[in-house]
């Protein structure tokens, strides 16, 4: 009955006449819907139950999509979604050619904006409402942003621009005390203190109105009324950060009341020059389990409803976890190991670390780029810093890592999480680019274990080295491998040669080294030779390794799960070159596009980076065919 009510929204425009009471009803089932779905497709549920009444008095009290409203991020606009005629696709959410996870631009015309990444909503929509401007039109712009996300220089650096703007634009603070783990920081701290100042809040509203409701030539009762108004700013109502900066300040609002809700967005749209919302909602709203463990809720896989249990097949720790585990193993003995997140303690398992060592962990919010230069500091003050962060995250800090870490050559190790393709979350999220990026910087040394063993002799290996580190490792579980074996140290800089074979060597990089040792065996069964080389070091390259494959095969097959353009291909070719070693050199690894969700597994097999699609290449591969007719 209630999913039916869903079924009459087309677009927002068919809510924006109904009842308080018909709203109600709506947010209950969008709710619903939002829980039934993602306990079967997974997603970011918890943000996204915060969000229903926001999305839902937004809709109604804008324009949309002639108003633009802009989320920041997009994890948490299901209600959004599903109030803009997306209902009946819902169900494939984040699956293969089926809704994204974040909001799309071709997706839909209501979605204004895309991201994945945090905080970049406030510069997007101060770029809109300028365009706006300059161009004389008329549209409102609203931009939804977490407190999780304001922890972000690059939100600072909007609102800097903004607040002296004085253009007509509001800014809803999002705000659930939750980034993904609760929240941290000076900042953070500021936003509870608002919270917990209804009181002043409310007084000084009331001040203001009673003025407003004065006339002009009031009078002596308005200059009482002004001065009362001026000793409350700066005796009892401090006035707050955003308003210093130039915002009015509306707050805080009630975000899971509708009418508060709607009542404020209304009047907020009318005010001349930048506003502020302060919204406080509860992540996982209206959903129990969400609601008393919203860490968890944020971004998790399949659930059952009734119990809150997560639907997981036993399977091995994740390369994360080992990672975290083999720092805290290695920290017992050296003081000087300190370890760094940008806001994601339970993504990266850093965790782990958190619990051993909390003097010797610091979570810095969502501040990639701090976090970076931070770690510089740290180890030029001779701490060992590790900034564990996932390779699309890392991409926020490139300048820090470029600027401060490497031209200060400083051993600043970091823990590339999530390198590789990572499935459901898509397009802004894939850590296919790092290697590229990274390669070009001097100083900085990359290496990628083909398994979970070498993941943690190479992170053994990184403390001994004067340079700055980048330690590969993909999302998800490891393959079982034996963790108690003693730390072996891999001699820095060499690849290991697994498999001899004359008439091709694929030279791979990280786990796909598996997926070349399983094509090897079915080419080999055709009557090809292949040798299988685990590079394991994109820089330092072990050349030497490289310059004996090149002497024993016909031709190499590079293969990472990484773009093809400036990755470990690329640091071959570019050696074969240099050397001039005269052997055709094929790259496997993903071509020059940006690839949306979808399972790891399809993309493999689509990009021939798995061993059937290996088998296929080196079958068509026109140099191969000529040798093996021979
Ligand atoms: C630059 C960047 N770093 C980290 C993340 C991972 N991440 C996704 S959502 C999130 C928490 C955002 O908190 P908030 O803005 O308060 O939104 P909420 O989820 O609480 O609604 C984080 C850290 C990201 N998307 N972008």
Same mark, same amino acid.
């Given at each position: ?24 009803? /709506?947010? !209950?089932? &969008? ?9 079967? @497709? ?50 494939? &959410? ?8 974040? /909001? ?20 997007? *929509?101060?770029?809109? !409402? ?55 920081? =000076? ?37 009482? &009324? ?18 210093? %900066? ?17 009542? #404020? ?5 009318? +005010? ?47 390369? $994360?976890?080992?990672? $975290? ?24 398992? &850093? ?19 701090? =976090? ?18 996932? $390779? ?43 290697? $590229? ?56 800089? @060499? ?13 791979? %990089?990280?786990? #796909? ?16 030779? +292949? ?19 090149? *002497?024993?095969?016909? !031709?190499?097959? @590079? ?18 070159? =240099? ?52």
């Amino acid at each position: 009955m209630e999913e039916n009510m869903l079924d009459l929204i087309q677009s927002p425009s068919d809510i924006r006449n109904w009842s308080v009471a018909q709203l109600e009803k /709506l947010a !209950a089932a &969008l709710r619903q819907v939002i829980i039934e779905t993602t306990a079967q @497709t997974g997603g970011h549920i918890g943000a996204s139950l915060g969000t229903v009444e926001l999305a839902i008095a937004l809709h109604y009290a804008y324009n949309t999509p002639s108003d633009k409203l802009i989320w920041d991020i997009g994890h948490q606009a299901y209600a959004h979604k599903l109030l803009t005629g997306r209902y009946q696709e819902f169900g494939t &959410l984040r699956q293969l050619n089926g809704l994204s996870g974040f /909001l799309k631009r071709r997706e839909s015309e209501y979605d204004v904006w895309e991201a994945g990444h945090a905080s970049t909503s406030l510069s997007a *929509a101060m770029g809109m !409402a300028s365009a706006r401007d300059l161009r004389k039109q008329h549209y409102k712009v609203a931009a939804v942003i977490g407190d999780g996300a304001l922890t972000a220089g690059m939100a600072w650096e909007a609102m800097n621009q903004i607040g002296q703007s004085k253009t007509n634009l509001v800014m809803v603070v999002n705000d659930n005390s939750m980034s993904i783990a609760p929240n941290v920081g =000076a900042f953070s701290h500021y936003l509870t203190e608002l919270r917990s100042a209804p009181a002043y809040t409310r007084m000084k509203q009331e001040v203001e109105q009673l003025l407003d409701a004065v006339p002009v030539f009031g009078g002596s009762i308005r200059k009482t &009324l002004e001065r009362t108004k001026d000793v409350l700013h700066h005796a009892v109502i401090p006035r707050n950060v955003f308003e210093e %900066l130039g915002f009015k300040y509306y707050g805080p609002v009630d975000g899971h009341s509708l009418t508060d809700l709607i009542s #404020v967005l209304r009047n907020a749209q009318t +005010v001349e020059g930048p506003v502020v919302v302060h919204v406080i909602t509860q992540k996982g709203h209206g959903y129990l389990p969400a609601e008393q463990r919203p860490g968890e809720f944020h971004g998790p896989g399949p659930f059952e409803i009734e119990s809150g249990q997560f639907i997981k097949k036993p399977q091995p720790p994740s390369y $994360s976890h080992v990672f $975290s585990q083999t720092l805290v193993d290695l920290a017992h003995g050296h003081p000087e190991i300190v370890v760094i997140t940008a806001a994601m303690p339970d993504g990266t398992k &850093l965790d782990l670390f958190q619990k051993a060592f909390p003097e010797r962990f610091f979570d810095v919010g969502i501040a990639e780029q701090h =976090a970076a230069t931070f770690a510089a500091g740290l180890a030029a003050g001779g701490m060992r810093p590790v900034f564990a962060v996932y $390779s699309t995250f890392l991409q926020r800090a490139y300048d820090q890592v470029v600027h401060d870490v490497c031209h200060q050559d400083l051993p600043v190790i970091f823990g590339i999480d999530r390198a590789g393709l990572v499935g459901a979350d898509g397009a802004t999220h894939q850590g296919i680019y790092d290697i $590229s990026f990274l390669r070009a910087v001097p100083n900085i040394e990359i290496a990628m274990g083909k398994d979970e063993q070498e993941l943690r002799q190479l992170l053994a290996g990184a403390f001994d080295r004067p340079h700055p580190v980048a330690l590969r490792y993909p999302r998800g579980a490891t393959r079982g491998l034996d963790l108690t074996l003693p730390l072996k140290p891999i001699p820095w800089g @060499t690849g290991e040669w697994l498999e001899h074979g004359r008439d091709v060597t694929i030279v791979a %990089l990280g786990p #796909v080294v598996y997926q070349a040792l399983a094509a090897r065996e079915i080419l080999e069964a055709e009557g090809y030779h +292949v040798g299988v080389i685990n590079a394991r070091f994109v820089k330092p390259l072990d050349t030497a390794l490289l310059g004996a494959a090149a *002497a024993e095969s016909r !031709a190499l097959l @590079t293969l990472e799960e990484h773009a093809v353009a400036g990755g470990f291909g690329s640091a071959v070719n570019e050696w074969a070159n =240099a050397a001039q070693v005269a052997i055709p050199i094929f790259n496997a690894g993903l071509p020059d596009e940006f690839i949306d969700h979808g399972a790891v597994d399809y993309y493999l097999n689509l990009f021939e980076l798995n061993a059937d699609g290996l088998a296929r290449r080196v079958r068509n591969w026109l140099p191969l065919k000529k040798t093996a007719e021979r």
